[in-house]
């Protein structure tokens, strides 16, 4: 590799770090409902220009986890609990049609792949961070979606998906969380290389709302009061609409 290779990385790669972390400082209560986020300061703090600042206060809005206020700017939004629920609702669904057909629809490569991948993640369970489950929980949802063969039901999902990583993101924080998630996984595995469509489609759903109990768990813990008198619930509600 290169140095210019190792200094310069893709200017995606540099927003997607930046949204990760403002998006994990929201979430965990670390940026305050209400407070401001100055694009120069962002800028000195990542060690950046102003452009992809502006870009990722572009995706922290489309998650709904800041939004525009006239003469003030870019503003944490406030975390509304029943939007958040709606999401994982609809995530639920979403997740478990797709894997009723991954489970009647899934070559034998990808029934391989799905086995192996799971089988290897134990070791993240007890060595690894939450990030690298994180990342791999990203991974082993992704190989499901994409053996439903389903592109319009996936393409909802992915959506639905990115507006909630940061919370799914948070509840792997919590305590025996991780090998709470491998063994659902689990069970969800077994299911599909079984072909038990139904089996697994209640499964995914199940594993779902546990994961949304989980982040509102995580979300009310960390929260702090709003820093000032607010509008009501701005969650999901960003710039863009």
Do not use: C
Request: proline share 4%; aromatic share 4%.
């Amino acid at each position: 590799m290169k140095d210019s290779e190792t200094v310069s990385p893709r200017k995606g790669t540099v927003v997607d770090s930046i949204v990760q972390n403002l998006a994990d400082d929201i979430v965990s209560g670390q940026l305050a409902p209400g407070t401001k986020l100055d694009a120069q300061t962002m800028a000195e703090r990542f060690g950046v220009s102003r452009t992809p600042i502006r870009e990722t206060f572009g995706h922290l809005a489309a998650m709904g986890l800041v939004t525009h206020r006239p003469n003030r700017g870019v503003v944490v939004a406030t975390l509304s609990p029943e939007a958040l629920s709606d999401l994982y609702e609809a995530m639920a669904e979403l997740e478990a049609s797709l894997a009723r057909l991954a489970a009647l629809r899934m070559n034998s490569h990808q029934r391989e792949t799905l086995e192996r991948l799971h089988n290897e993640s134990i070791h993240l369970v007890r060595d690894g961070t939450s990030d690298e489950y994180d990342q791999f929980n990203r991974t082993f949802h992704a190989l499901i979606f994409e053996a439903a063969r389903s592109p319009q039901l996936q393409q909802l999902a992915e959506t639905t998906r990115t507006r909630l990583a940061p919370f799914r993101r948070a509840q792997f924080r919590l305590n025996n969380r991780l090998s709470k998630s491998w063994e659902e996984h689990d069970a969800i595995v077994r299911a599909i290389l079984t072909g038990d469509a139904e089996g697994v489609a209640r499964l995914m759903r199940a594993h779902v709302q546990t994961v949304s109990a989980m982040s509102a768990e995580f979300i009310a813990e960390h929260q702090p009061r709003p820093v000032a008198a607010s509008s009501p619930d701005l969650a999901y509600q960003g710039a863009d609409g």
